[in-house]
């Protein structure tokens, strides 16, 4: 098992699912009809991993009321020839299909990828601008903003596996010059940083303040590699730069990813998954403070999968949310699981 874990630490931010692990544990989903909005799922079919409409389809019907779902940009089904730049809106137009079937009722009720929230390398210019343009021609209404990853830490161990990224890219004057037509088209933008680029954001977000914003994934608190054994001192870190940034009205967060490997919880270790009771008990200090900080109108739970499947089914991981804020009023629940998602997204 050890040496399982290590290959999948240097090839990528999360273990992969193994179904028959995770089918030691059944779970009946809590409070079945509560409508959910899910504002963070991908799509993809690659050699090592396959995950498409038939494996979110069962998972989204495995008991839990999914209304919505939003697809977040994965460098899935990317154009294989023409203009580089122009190579992400292959993704767009896979994802506005999915939608455009789901819409049509074949697959029931649940509107799958009704918001699509795409990539665009935001330092390119007009050729940045370009892609955004095409990306709405392509999917109108659902293309709600973009996804530039930004997660670097001078780490290996920890940022290798999610691609290179250039250091200090949200600090980037051409990054920050593209970054500005996203308030001009009317889109959002996905950040996923770690917990040591908070600071960083929060200088993009004050100096353009008119595009939204939402942190992937709480914010990124890094739990492996040379902080191993630094959770306190993280924990700290981490809430020192989200308090600043809750500070900023137009940003927003999502309580997700900590199914991945990147908190540390080694969670894909045991034995067994471990159940609701359990992934709430260990998630709760972080995401309860962000609820605390931004307030339930500013959060919204996420399922990240196929990564978080790695530790836990899609009815544990729903669980588990609703086990945290099982005392929250109706109206915070509801802003929660449902409505902060459709209000930041734009959502029909």
């Not at 996420?302 to 099982?326: I, Q």
Request: glycine share 8%; net charge negative; proline share 5%.
């Amino acid at each position: 098992m050890k040496s399982q874990v290590a290959t999948v630490l240097v090839s990528g931010m999360y273990a992969e699912p193994r179904q028959e692990w995770l089918s030691q544990l059944k779970e009946d989903a809590i409070d079945p009809a509560m409508p959910i909005i899910d504002p963070h799922h991908h799509l993809w079919s690659r050699a090592d991993a396959h995950y498409m409409t038939d494996e979110v389809l069962s998972d989204m019907r495995s008991g839990h009321h999914i209304a919505q779902t939003v697809y977040i940009d994965c460098r899935s089904m990317y154009r294989q020839s023409g203009p580089e730049h122009l190579k992400p809106l292959g993704e767009v137009e896979f994802a506005n299909g999915i939608a455009a079937i789901s819409a049509s009722g074949l697959w029931g009720d649940a509107q799958l990828c009704e918001g699509i929230v795409g990539h665009c390398d935001l330092r390119g210019g007009a050729l940045a601008l370009d892609l955004l343009e095409r990306s709405i021609a392509v999917a109108g209404h659902r293309y709600k903003g973009i996804r530039q990853v930004a997660a670097w830490v001078n780490d290996p161990l920890v940022s290798k596996p999610i691609a290179t990224r250039p250091p200090a890219l949200l600090m980037n004057p051409q990054f920050r010059q593209g970054f500005q037509q996203l308030a001009k088209l009317n889109l959002s933008f996905d950040a996923f940083v770690f917990h040591t680029q908070l600071s960083e954001l929060l200088d993009l977000a004050q100096t353009c303040s008119n595009t939204p914003i939402v942190i992937d994934h709480v914010g990124g608190p890094i739990g492996i590699g040379s902080f191993a054994n630094q959770r306190n001192e993280v924990f700290e870190q981490w809430k020192s730069g989200m308090k600043a940034l809750a500070g900023l009205d137009r940003v927003y967060v999502k309580l997700s990813g900590f199914g991945m490997l990147l908190p540390g919880f080694k969670l894909n270790e045991r034995e067994k998954p471990a159940t609701s009771t359990e992934l709430a008990a260990l998630w709760q200090p972080y995401m309860e403070t962000c609820i605390e900080l931004f307030g339930t109108n500013r959060c919204m739970f996420a399922s990240n999968f196929p990564p978080d499947k790695g530790v836990c089914s899609y009815v544990t991981l729903w669980n588990a949310f609703k086990k945290m804020v099982s005392n929250y009023s109706e109206t915070e629940k509801k802003q929660l699981f449902h409505d902060t998602a459709k209000d930041f997204y734009r959502l029909s």
